[in-house]
């Protein structure tokens, strides 16, 4: 198991960021609260969960171990992968989930891409005895993440690591914002294609 990595921020982009450790670039998902708080050339230090396929080994970075730990865990229930887990810390908080779960708040599950009632409905049922309560400083904390659209950071420093001024940038992800119903929000790698032909156009 590798707990944490520690090294020079190498570069950001729209689905995490790659870290120098040692002269070894390492690339790490991430959500885009913990891609859009890592600054390039700058240390810094990430948990980290090492997924395991018999085609991939994929390593997953988080701003602490708290969050690492629920990743894992939400893990434990039918039908969440990788994915799924990392969805969910980009849209709640640890603790948002926590009581999301312990409430049978099925509605805020909903809200992570990937996710149906049906789906919520079995995660609480099967993760009620094991995330908890909401604990530390951050317990009385219920606003959801994804009111505050962290895509927007995450596809904005994709832009800018390719190349695009963060001026530009920041000017087509509000583009791409205006023409979105509000309800289903496409994945990242569709939102970066949006923006990027937003710059394209004369």
């Not at 390492?26 to 700058?42: I, K, N």
Request: net charge negative; aromatic share 2%; hydrophobic share 45%.
């Amino acid at each position: 198991m590798i707990a944490f990595i520690s090294g020079r921020v190498d570069s950001t982009g729209a689905e995490g960021a790659v870290l120098e450790v040692g002269g070894v670039g390492l690339s790490l998902l991430c959500t885009p609260h913990t891609a859009a708080a890592l600054t390039p050339g700058e240390q810094a230090r990430l948990a980290t969960s090492l997924v395991v396929r018999e085609d991939s080994l994929t390593l997953y970075g988080f701003a602490d171990d708290d969050e690492r730990v629920v990743f894992e865990l939400v893990q434990t229930a039918s039908g969440v992968g990788p994915k799924v887990a990392l969805a969910m810390l980009a849209t709640h908080s640890p603790n948002a989930i926590r009581r999301a779960v312990a409430t049978g708040d099925a509605r805020a599950l909903t809200l992570v891409p990937g996710i149906g009632p049906k789906g919520a409905q079995k995660i609480i049922l099967e993760l009620k005895d094991k995330l908890g309560m909401p604990v530390g400083a951050a317990a009385d904390e219920q606003v959801p993440r994804q009111r505050v659209q962290p895509w927007r950071e995450q596809v904005a420093a994709g832009l800018q690591s390719l190349g695009w001024a963060a001026r530009d940038a920041d000017a087509a992800v509000a583009a791409v914002a205006d023409e979105l119903d509000g309800e289903q929000v496409p994945p990242i790698p569709e939102l970066l294609k949006a923006a990027l032909r937003k710059l394209s156009r004369p």
